[in-house]
T-cell receptor, first 111, second 116 residues
Framework: KQEVTQIPAALSVPEGENLVLNCSFT??????LQWFRQDPGKGLTSLLL?????REQTSGRLNASLDKSSGRSTLYIAASQPGDSATYLC??????????FGGGTRLMVKP | DADVTQTPRNRITKTGKRIMLECSQT?????MYWYRQDPGLGLRLIYY???????NKGEISDGYSVSRQAQAKFSLSLESAIPNQTALYFC???????????????FGPGTRLTVL
C-alpha cells in the first residue's frame, strides 16, 4: 500500500526566504505527482502536476522536482510572501488515477 | 463561476439521518471523485466514477453510497449518518475516460459535515 509522508509538518519562515517542502512515497511505481495548496477552511488548489517521465515542473515562483527511483519530490518556493501561508499537500497518482495524499506541510510566512 | 461546486457547504445533522452531498462540474470532465479529509489522516478516497455507468469503491467506502446522475453530477449519500463521519468532504474531477490516463485533479470547495 502506497504511503506518502511530508516533512516538516509545519514550517515558519520570515518573508523573502527561499524554502523547500519535502514529500516521500514508499512505492516508486507512480504515474504522476501533484502538489496542492489548501487555505484554512477552503478547498484544494492544484499548483503543479509532474508527469512520471518528468524531473521537474515550474510555475512562477514554484518549482517541483520528482525523483521516482528514490521516492521523493520537493516543492521549492522562491522569495516567500505572507500570501504563501497555507497548507501544502502532495499526492501521488497510483493505478486507476487514484490519489494518495501526504499529511501536508503547514507553512507560515511572517511579514 | 467555480468549475466544481458542492452543496451544501456546511451541514449539521443527527445520528441516523440520511444525508446527501452534491457535486456539479462545468469542466466537461469524465472522471469524478469523492474524498474525505480528517485532521491527522489526510484525504482519503471514498468513491470514484470514470463515467456515468462506471462507479468504483475507494479506500473507505463503507457507510457511503454514490450516484452519478449525469456527466456533470456526482452525489454522495450517507444512508444513516454516524458521528465518526464528521469530516470535510471534497469532490474532485479529472479528464481521461480511457484506462491508463492520469490527469490533474481539480477540487471543489468542500462540504463541512458534522454528525451529532
Amino acid at each position: 500500500k502506497q504511503e506518502v509522508t511530508q516533512i516538516p509538518a509545519a514550517l515558519s519562515v520570515p518573508e523573502g526566504e527561499n524554502l523547500v517542502l519535502n514529500c516521500s512515497f514508499t512505492d516508486s511505481a507512480i504515474y504522476n505527482l501533484q502538489w496542492f495548496r489548501q487555505d484554512p477552511g477552503k478547498g484544494l488548489t492544484s499548483l503543479l502536476l509532474i508527469q512520471s517521465s518528468q524531473r521537474e515542473q515550474t510555475s512562477g515562483r514554484l518549482n517541483a522536482s520528482l525523483d521516482k527511483s528514490s521516492g521523493r519530490s520537493t516543492l521549492y518556493i522562491a522569495a516567500s510572501q505572507p500570501g504563501d501561508s497555507a497548507t501544502y499537500l502532495c499526492a501521488v497518482h497510483n493505478a486507476g488515477n487514484m490519489l494518495t495524499f501526504g499529511g501536508g506541510t503547514r507553512l507560515m510566512v511572517k511579514p | 463561476d467555480a468549475d466544481v461546486t458542492q452543496t451544501p457547504r456546511n451541514r449539521i445533522t443527527k445520528t441516523g439521518k440520511r444525508i446527501m452531498l452534491e457535486c456539479s462540474q462545468t469542466k466537461g470532465h469524465d472522471r469524478m471523485y469523492w474524498y474525505r479529509q480528517d485532521p491527522g489522516l489526510g484525504l482519503r478516497l471514498i468513491y470514484y466514477s470514470f463515467d456515468v455507468k462506471d462507479i468504483n469503491k475507494g479506500e473507505i467506502s463503507d457507510g457511503y453510497s454514490v450516484s452519478r446522475q449525469a456527466q456533470a453530477k456526482f452525489s454522495l449519500s450517507l444512508e444513516s449518518a454516524i458521528p465518526n463521519q464528521t469530516a470535510l468532504y471534497f469532490c474532485a474531477t479529472s479528464e481521461g475516460r480511457l484506462a491508463g490516463s492520469y490527469n490533474e485533479q481539480f477540487f471543489g470547495p468542500g462540504t463541512r459535515l458534522t454528525v451529532l
